[in-house]
């Protein structure tokens, strides 16, 4: 038996809600704790600058109440960096606006038709867009 997430092969649709899959990031690219640091604001950046130490942390789904072990810099990004006014700009390109409304909400799942209404992008670019072959910064398609 594996321990790995079976996907559909159902094609996603506009009310396909979407995710960031830490966990599909953190097996396919190395760099991912860099890439989450580039995403930080000035005052957590220093305070990750040695960012191999940081630590994991529990963090409380608010709405399952389930206890997950997160990293510190992912939780610094959701809680506090990802909120600045200017984390997400009308000039953040596509894939960049879809990832960092993620880190806006918190990581909640969101239909394209959703994120459309956050970013003012066409749903179906976005879907077009994150719901193909490539998979950009492990925005997935939610699957139970």
């Known amino acids: 038996m594996t321990d790995k997430k079976s996907f559909s092969l159902v094609k996603p649709t506009k009310n396909t809600p979407f995710h960031i899959d830490f966990d599909w990031w953190k097996e396919n690219d190395n760099n991912w704790r860099i890439y989450l640091q580039s995403y930080l604001c000035e005052e957590h950046k220093h305070q990750f600058e040695n960012f191999e130490q940081s630590t994991m942390i529990d963090w409380i789904d608010p709405q399952t109440a389930e206890v997950h072990e997160i990293d510190g810099i992912q939780h610094t990004l959701i809680s506090h960096c990802a909120k600045q006014p200017e984390f997400i700009t009308p000039q953040t390109s596509l894939v960049n606006s879809v990832f ?8 909640t799942p969101l239909t394209p038709l959703e994120i459309a209404k956050e970013t003012d992008k066409p749903a179906d670019t976005i879907l077009r867009t994150i719901a193909g072959i490539r998979v950009y910064k492990g925005i997935r398609p939610c699957h139970k």
């Open 100 to 107: 960092r409304l993620f880190l806006a909400n918190g990581n």
